[in-house]
């Protein structure tokens, strides 16, 4: 996809949905559109389909463009969230559909039939219709559907948010394994930042019709560059900070941070450094430690969340795991000693 932007309606009513975007989705990957509603995410899985045109740039597919083309003709199939299913008809009847629009062999369509039906595992339902299944063996016929007449791009727009948590998890994993199954390309949108980081090889973080970040889970989760990104993913701590050396700032509540990233800005300039809850270490104080005082003890089971407070007021959040070999121990009130590792300390740029 290159500089692809596009914009709803004319004159002063024009909306535009999607900004100079570009991004390559690399053969066989599961890459997820990640952003909060209305960044765009859909939108540009319309565009890849064929349902809507671009304003302006080019959506290529291995390496064709395929502008103007319709849906129909493109190596894509699209799973919606709301599944499409035909009622009327059996489990196997709405896998086979598709494939009897395309004029495909009688015998050929029965083979493929059956080898979707035993990929989603639902051979024994064969025979049953949609209203006689449930919504986790509704999603999986909807994605056997989908894979049938083998595209290349599999779109998923929000597949899972109509099942509950139990089940939104374990098709979560079971559509990894159809994807590396397949070996086809999945292009996922969710607005779930958890669903995002298990399932994806790679993540576009999208916020008001742009591509802010494009990474790993891991990347994305402990390198973000945006302060968008940092705060969209996981929990975060943001610091103000003055820039002192090539990747030393002083921290507007007080004391020093290094980070192994060098600075975008230079010496005297302002930066805004990124910590995650677990990477802060808390401690007694000591001479030359950074400190603060604990606001606030959230226990949580598997962790405790300590909040604490920098000298300009400024509140921290450090997590520390329940590990009974290492328990933490401190209470509201408390004077303590803080410390990141500069392998984990991110410097951000300003959101575009
Ligand atoms: P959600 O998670 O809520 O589905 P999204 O990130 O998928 O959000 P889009 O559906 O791509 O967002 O919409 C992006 C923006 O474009 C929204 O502000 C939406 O109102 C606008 N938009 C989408 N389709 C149209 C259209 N046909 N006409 C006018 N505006 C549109």
Redesign the pocket.
Known sequence: MKSVSKV??AGAQA?R??DDVSVDIRQNEFFTLL????????????LIAGF?QPTSGEVLLDGRDFSGKPPYQRPVNTVFQNYALFPHMTVAQNISFGLEMLGRPKDRIKAVTEEMLRLVQLEAMADRRITQISGGQQQRVALARALAPQPKVLLL??PLSALDLQLRKEMQLELKRLQTDTGITFVF?T?DQDEALTMSDRIAV?NR?EILQVGTPREIYNKPQHRFVAGFVGEINLLPAETTGVNEFSIAGGGCLRSSEAAHVPVGGQAVLAVRPECIALSEPSDGSLTGVITNVVYHGTDTIFHFKLADGQELRARSQNNAARVQTFATGDQIGWSVDPASVSVLADDP
């Open positions: 709803f309606g909306f949905a999607l952003g909060p509603s209305g960044c765009g995410k859909t939108t540009l899985l319309r809507e727009d929000e949108v607005h999208m019709g």
